[in-house]
């Protein structure tokens, strides 16, 4: 079975430039979500959704972060305008939500932002 | 503030020797705590997890230890191996299924 998808892998983009970030969950997985993992702050939390409607948005930076999920397949991270401090590894994941504590937080391999 | 801490930034161990990996949380409504093991240009990987209601769990060569009076918890791995090298995060899992993690531990194991 595919895990979580990334995509792209890797993106090296100019300041001020619109940065996309796609993730497709685990088929069935009804919890999404992303997180930024940098030096200082190691995995921190930007948002998650559960049943494709945003829970918790609170870890989102500022408004320049946005991200959407349109159906249970698909999400978006966006950050327009992106910025040099915005450079980290963008991870999504994906859990089924029926029983707790069982490890079911599945990781993609990430998305590597460099923004010059 | 972080809510679930690590505050070794990384750790080196001889191969064949135990390595012990330490966590601190804040929030005392966590009930599910969880380590996972991420190695380079690779997501994190689920590796063992803990109930509130229990004080130890053991899968093969590792353990986790909870105690709860302390908010503190910790991996045991033995023997360490050399591809037991990567990064270590600990993570707690709250009434609403959100993940909080921590900084994680970065370990060395020394052929």
């Known amino acids: 079975d595919a895990g979580v998808i990334q995509s792209p892998r890797h993106e090296v983009t100019e300041m001020g430039q619109e940065v996309t970030l796609r993730c497709k969950p685990i088929?069935?997985?009804?919890?999404l979500f992303w997180y930024r993992q940098t030096m200082m702050r190691g995995l921190e939390l930007l948002i998650y959704?559960?049943?494709?409607?945003?829970?918790?948005d609170s870890g989102m930076p500022e408004d320049r972060f946005s991200a959407k999920m349109p159906n249970a397949s698909f999400s978006t991270l966006k950050i327009q305008p992106s910025e040099p401090r915005d450079s980290a590894v963008y991870f999504c994941?994906?859990?089924?939500?029926?029983?707790?504590?069982?490890?079911?937080?599945?990781f993609g391999e990430g998305s590597r932002l460099t923004v010059l | 503030d972080q809510q679930v801490k690590q505050n070794s930034p990384s750790l080196s161990v001889q191969e064949g020797r135990i390595s012990i990996l330490n966590c601190d949380y804040t929030?005392?409504?966590?009930?599910?705590f969880l380590w996972y093991k991420k190695y380079p240009a690779e997501g994190p990987t689920f590796l063992i997890s803990?109930?509130?209601?229990?004080d130890k769990n053991e899968d093969g060569r590792f353990t986790v230890f909870l105690n709860k009076s302390a908010k503190h918890l910790s991996l045991h791995i033995v023997p360490s191996q050399p591809g037991d090298s990567a990064v270590y995060f600990c993570?707690?899992?709250?009434?609403?299924?959100?993940?909080?993690f921590g900084s994680g531990t970065k370990l060395n194991v020394k052929p």
């Open positions: 088929s069935g997985h009804n919890s």
């Open positions: 994941a994906s859990s089924a939500t029926l029983g707790r504590g069982l490890g079911e937080l599945f």
């Open positions: 803990i109930s509130s209601i229990k």
């Open positions: 993570a707690a899992e709250d009434n609403f299924n959100k993940f909080y």
């Open positions: 959704f559960n049943n494709n409607v945003p829970i918790d």
């Open positions: 929030n005392s409504m966590f009930d599910y």
